[in-house]
């Protein structure tokens, strides 16, 4: 199995602030990577896919970047709907996809 | 708008079974491969189960294969888990969601409870 290893597990942040997460993957990947955004009790919502291209409706302050094994997702100016917890999907052994650990993100 | 409604988790006794059901609507169901992916309390998602979209393949985890079936019906655009000898560590929300062509999930439900214990 393909392992996704997600830092950080949690981090505290201010409304305006950047914030970046990472997902790196135990062998390459290509692109075949998403970034989704979870709120307690709600659907996980996709962001990201194919490592940097943006979801339809998802405001232009989320972005992806990487490729191979390293992959990053970039909040720019954090808004208070932002607080929530992250993931990333890899896709490249559909269908047995994996999950990195998610990262919590709170307020500071 | 696409949407995914799971029902059918609960209380169940180790060893027990339960079918959990995942209604579909927004988008063509019978042309989309479903997942199952689950999160046990305080644990990451772990993927549980695939069916392509006419039902002709399966895939299943490990930890779950020969205990879980998955199936759809596609003329009540519904998906299906039936889980049977369920584990104590089979406790987690259990998730549908939709699969693009490239095996990513671009939709998913709010998720259903399932609780094993005695």
């Known amino acids: 199995d393909i392992q996704m290893t997600q830092s950080p597990s949690s981090l505290s942040a201010s409304v305006g602030d950047r914030v970046t997460i990472t997902c790196r993957a135990s062998?390459?990947?290509?692109?075949?990577l998403g970034w989704y955004q979870q709120k307690p009790g709600k659907a996980p919502k996709r962001l990201i896919y194919?490592?940097?291209s943006l979801q339809s409706g998802v405001p232009s302050r989320f972005s992806g970047s990487g490729s191979g094994t390293e992959f990053t997702l970039t909040i720019s100016s954090l808004q208070p709907e932002d607080f929530a917890t992250y993931f990333c999907l890899q896709h490249n052994s559909y269908p047995r996809i994996t999950f990195g650990q998610g990262t919590r993100l709170e307020i500071k | 708008q696409v949407q995914l409604v799971e029902s059918g988790g609960g209380v169940v006794q180790p060893g027990g079974s339960l079918r959990l059901s995942c209604a579909a609507s927004?988008?063509?169901?019978?042309?989309?491969?479903m997942n199952w992916v689950r999160q046990a309390p305080g644990k990451g998602l772990e993927w549980v189960t695939f069916i392509r979209y006419d039902g002709s393949n399966k895939y299943y985890a490990d930890s779950v294969k020969g205990r879980f079936t998955i199936s759809r019906d596609n003329s009540k655009n519904t998906l299906y888990l039936q889980m049977t000898s369920l584990r104590v560590e089979d406790t987690a929300v259990y998730y549908c969601?939709?699969?693009?062509?490239?095996?990513?999930?671009?939709?998913w439900g709010q998720g259903t409870l399932v609780t094993v214990s005695s």
């Open positions: 194919a490592a940097s």
């Open positions: 062998q390459g990947i290509r692109n075949d």
């Open positions: 969601a939709r699969a693009v062509r490239s095996g990513d999930l671009d939709y």
């Open positions: 927004g988008f063509t169901f019978n042309t989309y491969g």
